[in-house]
T-cell receptor
Framework: GAGVSQSPSNKVTEKGKDVELRCDPI?????LYWYRQSLGQGLEFLIY????????KSGLPSDRFSAERTGGSVSTLTIQRTQQEDSAVYLC??????????????FGEGSWLTVV | GESVGLHLPTLSVQEGDNSIINCAYS??????FIWYKQESGKGPQFIID?????DKRQGQRVTVLLNKTVKHLSLQIAATQPGDSAVYFC???????????FGKGTMLLVSP
């Protein structure tokens, strides 16, 4: 596809269960970001991958959150033992260039996670 | 901690009016700012950006103003249209090699 693809688009899970969210970045994009957006809030940075460099995990809120990026392309965000406060939209973005530039960062439509 | 914030959570305007959305930032080291538009159920879309060596930048129907003295950023939308209804976020960046820090957003509602 032409854009950043995320799946699932919606996920309802029970408290305590693990969830995996997937992001397919735009082909050729070396930078990949995960953000979280709670209802009525701005975007909260979670993690950043750039090429083969060590990821910037400084935004992950707890050790229940982890992310991988295999082969420099697809990324998976995993939330273990989900809590109700994890309910949010999880947005993935990718960029072709390393330097942050607004018109080169493309966002997916997000994965809506509801923890009941 | 330092963060980007917005003065108005909701702005209601009539079609054809000019809209002004404001944003205050507190990190004086930020040197790059972006405005995003987010429609319901979609990811943020880039509107316009500005670097700290500028105080004004114009796009198509949009203008961004940067006042570094008071750490204030604004987005002006001329002749607002119903299709402009969305949540608008400002975001800041330091040095170009870190991530973006987003504000909470302002909902713009345009009435026909």
């Amino acid at each position: 596809g032409a854009g950043v693809s995320q799946s699932p688009s919606n996920k309802v899970t029970e408290k305590g269960k693990d969830v995996e969210l997937r992001c397919d970045p735009i082909s050729g994009h070396t930078a990949l970001y995960w953000y979280r957006q709670s209802l009525g809030q701005g975007l909260e940075f979670l993690i950043y991958f750039q090429g083969n460099s060590a990821p910037d995990k400084s935004g992950l809120p707890s050790d229940r959150f982890s992310a991988e990026r295999t082969g420099g392309s697809v990324s998976t965000l995993t939330i273990q033992r989900t809590q109700q406060e994890d309910s949010a939209v999880y947005l993935c973005a990718s960029s072709r260039v390393q330097e942050v530039s607004g018109n080169t960062i493309y966002f997916g439509e997000g994965s809506w996670l509801t923890v009941v | 901690g330092e963060s980007v914030g917005l003065h108005l959570p909701t702005l209601s305007v009539q079609e054809g009016d000019n809209s002004i959305i404001n944003c205050a930032y507190s990190n004086s080291a930020s040197d790059y700012f972006i405005w995003y538009k987010q429609e319901s159920g979609k990811g943020p879309q880039f509107i316009i950006d500005i670097r700290s060596n500028m105080d004004k930048r114009q796009g198509q129907r949009v203008t961004v103003l940067l006042n570094k003295t008071v750490k204030h950023l604004s987005l002006q939308i001329a002749a607002t249209q119903p299709g402009d209804s969305a949540v608008y976020f400002c975001a800041e960046n330091i040095g170009g090699y870190s991530t973006l820090t987003f504000g909470k957003g302002t909902m713009l509602l345009v009435s026909p």
